[in-house]
């Protein structure tokens, strides 16, 4: 998108912001399983919480309560 400065305010063309919009649209990721990282502190130590697995939908976290280590036990 091109902008130009005038005055110390910035402008645009709507031809330039209807470009924007046709490079933007992208098809959205589906729902993914993600490893959260546990929270350090400087020491490296473990200070708030363990790794976490999470389901990333939409930009939005679901926490699915399962740890790292935690397993289905036959």
Known sequence: MVIEK???K???TLAHIERMREL???EAKG???QLKAARRNKSGKINHRQATWIIRVNGRDVGTGCGLRSR???
């Open 72 to 74: 289905k036990k036959n």
């Open 10 to 12: 910035e402008f645009t």
């Open 6 to 8: 005038i005055s110390g």
């Open 31 to 33: 729902a993914r399983l």
């Open 24 to 26: 933007g649209r992208e």
